[in-house]
């Protein structure tokens, strides 16, 4: 009889090969997998988180008094009459829904030194287009300026003194 001999393009054993070939897939479906996850930076929010908003007094010598906080705020929210001292911050958490955007309406007053009325107003919204600090509105000698945050820090609104 004929001896056959059979060479497999240089691969000692055949079960070598087959394990080769699942490590290749098995990279391939990983990177696959990882793609996937970076497609969305945000995820939709999930029933009873948060997102935070933060309100930073960077002023020289006004203390600042919250007058009214209402809307989807985490409970408890602040509590109206809470101060917010120069160089201090305040947190609000706005409640997140899937079904629906949220929002929370924020007040604060104070008196400058020469007793100028100050009124800061603003909304805190939470989802669809409109997400972050929207519609301030100021009156009194400050400037507000408006930071909509990033994926590494939440939005937030700053009070200076006025030039």
Not at 79 to 103: D, H
């Amino acid at each position: 009889m004929h001896n056959l001999e059979l060479k497999t393009s240089g691969i000692q054993s055949p079960r070598l090969g087959i394990r080769l070939v699942l490590f290749i897939l098995l990279l391939i479906a990983i990177k696959l997998i990882k793609k996937r996850k970076k497609k969305c930076g945000c995820p939709p929010p999930v029933i009873g988180e948060t997102q935070g908003y933060n309100v930073f007094n960077k002023t020289t010598s006004i203390t600042f008094t919250l007058a009214s906080a209402t809307g989807d705020l985490q409970s408890p929210p602040p509590t109206v009459g809470t101060t917010l001292s120069p160089g201090g911050r305040e947190n609000f958490e706005v409640n997140s829904s899937e079904i629906k955007n949220t929002s929370a309406s924020i007040v604060y007053t104070a008196t400058a030194a020469n007793g100028t009325p100050i009124r800061i107003s603003f909304n805190l919204n939470n989802g669809g287009g409109n997400s972050g600090i929207q519609s301030v509105k100021s009156t009194g000698p400050v400037n507000v300026n408006v930071n909509q945050g990033s994926v590494f820090a939440d939005p937030s609104l700053t009070i200076t003194d006025k030039s």
